[in-house]
Nanobody
Framework: QVRLVESGGGLVQAGGSLRLSCAAS????????MGWFRRAPGKEREFVAS????????YAGDSVKSRFTISRDNIQNTVFLQMNSLRPEDTAVYYC??????????WGQGTHVTVSS
């Protein structure tokens, strides 16, 4: 069973940056598709970005793609989400997840990101 632990969230002013980390144990992230999701207050959880085994990345849209970068460190077995030019609408709980055969099936506990205007 893969265990995921997120960190790096916090309070930041609009325009600032944060780097989220997702430390994995019990499995090698190189063998999985790894993703970041977020749930804003009062909204459904939504996809943010993913990285596949060969390093290719997918982002939710141009707004995220132009400001966020997903990456991984295979030695640390950790996935990162670098978030720049943060906006108040980026305020959410951010979750790391591992994709299984059919869906994302392992989730972290989440890390809170609050962007003040």
């Amino acid at each position: 069973q893969v265990r995921l632990v997120e960190s790096g969230g916090g309070l930041v002013q609009a325009g600032g940056s944060l780097r989220l980390s997702c430390a994995a144990s019990g499995g090698d992230i190189r063998t999985y598709i790894m993703g970041w999701f977020r749930r804003a207050p009062g909204k459904e959880r939504e996809f943010v970005a993913s990285i596949v085994q060969n390093g290719l990345t997918v982002y939710a849209g141009d707004s995220v793609k132009s400001r966020f970068t997903i990456s991984r460190d295979n030695i640390q077995n950790t996935v990162f989400l670098q978030m720049n030019s943060l906006r108040p609408e980026d305020t959410a709980v951010y979750y790391c997840a591992k994709r299984g055969a059919y869906q994302f099936d392992s989730w972290g506990q989440g890390t809170h990101v609050t962007v003040s205007s």
